[in-house]
C-alpha cells in the first residue's frame, strides 16, 4: 500500500474505534458502524460493491452491508487495518492509491467533523498537493450536479473547474477542504464561497459528489 492511502487507512481505523460504533458520521443515517461496514465491503465483495454506483446491485450491496453490519465491530475495525485480499485489486499499490487516498480522508473526517470535540487538522504539503493533484482530476465529476457555475480555488491561486455554467460561485479553500466540499460535505467544509446570495444558497445544498 503507498503512503497516503496506508496512512488514511490507519487514521480511519483508530478514529472508528475510538468514536464507538454506534458514533455518528457526516454520512446522512450512518453511524460507525454502518461506515466501517462500507469501508469492508467496497474491498471485499467487489460482486455487491458494484451497487454504489449500479441500480441492478442495489439488492445485493444492502444484503452484503447487512452481513456486515451484524458482524463484530472489533472485527471489521481489524479487516480496515489489515487491508484488502491479496488477490484484490486494491492490495496493488498503484490503484491504492488512486482509489481510497481520497476515499479514506474523506470516510476519516466523516468521523471526525460529526463528533462535538472535533480540531481542524492541518495537512502535509504533499498530502495536500496530492489531494489537489486528484481533484483536479476528478472535479467535473463531482461537480456535474451542480447547479450553478463552480470553480474551485487553492489559497495559492490555482483553480479547477468543476461545472461550466452561470451564475459562477468561487469556492476558496485548501485542498483537503475543497474535496470534502466536492464530495458532499459542503456544511462541513472550511471554505469561503464568492457569488451571487442566491447562487450560493443553492451550491450549498446541492448533491455533489461521485
Request: charged content about 25%; proline content about 7%.
Amino acid at each position: 500500500m503507498s503512503t497516503h492511502a496506508k496512512r488514511e487507512r490507519l487514521l480511519l481505523a483508530d478514529l472508528l474505534e475510538a468514536a464507538g460504533p454506534e458514533a455518528p458520521t457526516l454520512c446522512d443515517g450512518w453511524t460507525c458502524r454502518d461506515l466501517a461496514a462500507h469501508v469492508v465491503v467496497r474491498e471485499r465483495r467487489p460482486d455487491a460493491a458494484g451497487g454504489l454506483v449500479l441500480g441492478v446491485l442495489k439488492a445485493r450491496l444492502d444484503k452484503a452491508m447487512a452481513e456486515y453490519t451484524a458482524k463484530p465491530y472489533e472485527e471489521l475495525i481489524q479487516l480496515i487495518r489489515t487491508g484488502p485480499p491479496r488477490l484484490s485489486p486494491y492490495a496493488l499499490k498503484q490503484i491504492d492509491e488512486a482509489a481510497n487516498a481520497v476515499e479514506f480522508y474523506v470516510h476519516a473526517e466523516d468521523v471526525r467533523r460529526a463528533q462535538p470535540d472535533w480540531s481542524p487538522r492541518e495537512l502535509d504539503p504533499v498530502f495536500s498537493d496530492a489531494l489537489w493533484s486528484r481533484l483536479e482530476k476528478l472535479a467535473r465529476l463531482t461537480g456535474r450536479r451542480s447547479p450553478v457555475g463552480l470553480v474551485l480555488r487553492r489559497p495559492n491561486g490555482q483553480t479547477a473547474v468543476a461545472h461550466k455554467g452561470a451564475p459562477v460561485v468561487t469556492v476558496t479553500g485548501e485542498p483537503g477542504e475543497l474535496t470534502l466540499f466536492c464530495f458532499g460535505r459542503q456544511a462541513s467544509a472550511a471554505v469561503t464561497l464568492d457569488g451571487q446570495k442566491d447562487a450560493v444558497a443553492a451550491l450549498t445544498v446541492a448533491a455533489l459528489g461521485i
